[in-house]
């Protein structure tokens, strides 16, 4: 692989923001260096930043590509390909597909989705084809009843490296708002209020027979591979204290001020929403990530659904929330990085991974320019 010289640029290392040059060698971030290079071949970058390449630790884009429309879904090949392009394109060379294993009666096409999806990447990744490094992040649905089997199939894939424990159950986490609940599953699926009706007590049945057999079962079921675990929706702070009785160091998206602080006081680490800090808060009118990290309550963000969301949710930080730029761009890189056990890379350090992202701020919006994965152009 030719050695390729980035120079006038933005360095943003991990403690401060430098002009500078950088030099990629054989897959390798070979060199940092102060001021131009004048080095023929060298590439002029204009003033612009360059950040480590983005980690995402968990994303559901792919099922977006999988069903643009409520009535339409596509090859899941071609799915994961436009996937993997939009990726790349907003700077994520590493990225988490959060597949979700078990259907709670509203989303059948997710099973289907995570089968499909894991034979794709099994096909692909070997290829070296795709622009970004993709690893399985298992949704694990605890009170499904099609959960465990689909963990049975993949639970010694090579390319899982993370676990989550959801309950999407309404009562709880997420939906802990049973009436805002009730109004989006009419909206979604045109059911009349006696069918949702049912489908909650239904739900609330199955709950309660499941939630706590399952948990257990897919706890000592995962063992063996010592993979990170997180927890998802946590709501208060005696579920994040269970959750790290039983190992489960990480936290996804909480949903309450009270939930995250319990937390990181804990040391559990704390993953945001990327796209709650680019809407101005939560889709789901539950707690504001921004306000998260003004608390100090934030270790890093995930797309959630938007990968093009975690630049510019990093910039916005750094403008908004009181952090400094490095801090932010570590939010989506190194601290992601290191939550995922990926020592390689993350940081814009001799010796790493040549996993880089070039990009030109307009305003509180971060323009990507160019992307490498492992010294490779691939956006």
Known sequence: MPETILTNALLVLPEDVVPGTLVMRDGLIAELQPGRSTLPGAVDCGGDHIIPGVVDVHTDNLERQVQPRANARWPSRSALLAHDAQCAAAGVTTVFDALCLGDLGFDPGRIRTFYEGVEDLAALVPTGLLKAEHVLHLRCELP??????????????????????????????????????????????????????????????????????????????????????????????????????????????????????????????????????????????????????????????????????????????????????????????????????????????????????????????PMVRAVWRGGERVA
């Open 144 to 365: 499904a009843l099609d959960m465990k089997p689909a963990v049975e199939s993949v639970v010694d894939h090579p390319l899982v490296g993370m676990v989550s424990l959801m309950d999407h159950s309404p009562g709880v986490g997420q939906y802990r708002d049973i009436d805002r609940y009730r109004v989006l599953r009419q909206r979604q699926k045109q059911m009349s209020d006696a069918e949702v009706d049912q489908r909650i007590a239904e739900l609330l049945e199955r709950r309660a027979r499941l939630r706590e057999p399952q948990r257990r079962w897919l706890l000592d079921r995962v063992a063996h591979r010592n993979l990170p675990l997180a927890s998802h929706d946590d709501d208060d702070a005696a579920e994040v204290a269970r959750n790290a009785e039983d190992g489960i160091r990480i936290s996804e998206f909480p949903v309450t001020m009270a939930a995250a602080q319990a937390a990181r006081e804990i040391g559990i680490e704390v993953i945001a929403g990327a796209p709650n800090i680019v809407r101005g808060g939560s889709h789901s009118g539950n707690v504001a990530a921004a306000d998260l990290i003004r608390a100090g309550a934030v270790d890093a963000l995930a797309s959630d659904y938007v990968p093009a969301a975690l630049v510019e949710a990093a910039w916005i930080a750094a403008a908004t929330t009181g952090i400094s730029l490095p801090a932010a761009v570590a939010m989506v890189t190194e601290r992601p990085a290191r939550m995922a056990r990926l020592e390689d890379r993350g940081r814009l350090a001799p010796g790493l991974r040549a996993d880089l992202v070039r990009l030109r701020p307009l305003e509180m919006l």
